[in-house]
């Protein structure tokens, strides 16, 4: 009697002959010259190296964004990265001065996500403060070492020396000159201040106090008057004005002097 054979259980899945030959040849038009399948020999090391390709990639190849080719407009592939599409798009806020709708402009140019455009104008803006505040402390270490010279140079003279500088600059500055000194610094620079010192001093104090016609910025009656009194309220001042050994007596004299020449024009100063 034959002997039985083992009945063999079908799986129900047909083995795939790993060996089965491949031949870009066979490819349609497009890519049966395309020099990366050309390596490949067999349809098991194609399929393999197409799914380390999707592992490395960590995606769907059908997500990926395709880099344009020559002659191609760059704009679709700048747009899937998260660029606007148009410049209005991009949104910084409330624009006060007018200047972000030529930054917007900056960034579609530069193919700039929301993202990148915040950070880039954000150090713009850190920038510019720190800008600012370097300046701001250079006009203030320019003002100490300015009354560091002048205290210096003119000693016990300083205070008196200084009052003149400012009374000359009250008659003869204008809006524009202030301007340009406040913007260049110049109003605290030493030699500056020394001019305007001299030119008080050789005006005198008769010419500083009624004016010569030049005085745009000479004060009413009752403004003298209110500066009269808060400097009588003033310890330091009054002291300087009523003790003649004090260093600042004479300053205080001219100064009293003045405001009372404007305070009561048509009137003798009595002590």
Do not use: C
């Not at 799986?11 to 031949?23: K, L, P, R």
């Not at 040849?25 to 399948?37: A, W």
């Not at 300083?158 to 000194?181: C, H, K, S, V, W």
């Amino acid at each position: 009697m034959a002997e039985e054979m083992a009945p063999v259980e079908d799986s129900g899945q047909a083995e795939v002959d790993s060996t089965i030959q491949f031949n870009p040849s066979t490819m349609p038009e497009g890519l049966r010259d395309e020099p990366s399948l050309q390596t490949f020999d067999s349809v098991d090391k194609l399929a393999k190296s197409y799914v380390n390709a999707v592992k490395m990639i960590g995606g769907n190849p059908d997500n990926l964004i395709s880099v344009p080719q020559e002659g191609e407009s760059w704009d679709s592939f700048y747009n899937q990265l998260g660029r606007p599409e148009r410049e209005d798009g991009y949104d910084f806020g409330e624009d006060v001065d007018g200047v972000l709708d030529d930054f917007k402009e900056f960034a579609h140019q530069n193919n700039l996500t929301q993202d990148q455009a915040d950070n880039l104008l954000g150090l713009f803006a850190d920038i510019e403060e720190e800008d600012a505040q370097n300046e701001e402390q250079a006009m203030e270490d320019l003002k100490i070492q300015t009354t560091i010279g002048l205290q210096r140079d003119w000693g016990k003279n300083y205070d008196g020396n200084l009052d003149y500088a400012r009374r000359a600059y009250a008659q003869f500055g204008t809006p524009e000159l202030t301007e340009i000194m406040d913007d260049s610094g110049f109003g605290n620079h030493p030699e500056v201040i020394k001019a305007f010192s001299k030119v008080g001093q050789l005006l005198g104090e008769e010419a500083l106090a009624v004016g010569t016609g030049l005085g745009r910025n000479q004060m009413s009656p009752q403004s003298a008057q209110e500066e009269i009194q808060a400097l009588y309220a003033d310890k330091d001042f009054s002291k300087a004005y009523r003790d003649n050994r004090d260093p600042n007596h004479k300053t205080a004299m001219s100064k009293m002097e003045r405001l009372f020449k404007q305070a009561y024009p048509q009137q003798r100063r009595v002590r």
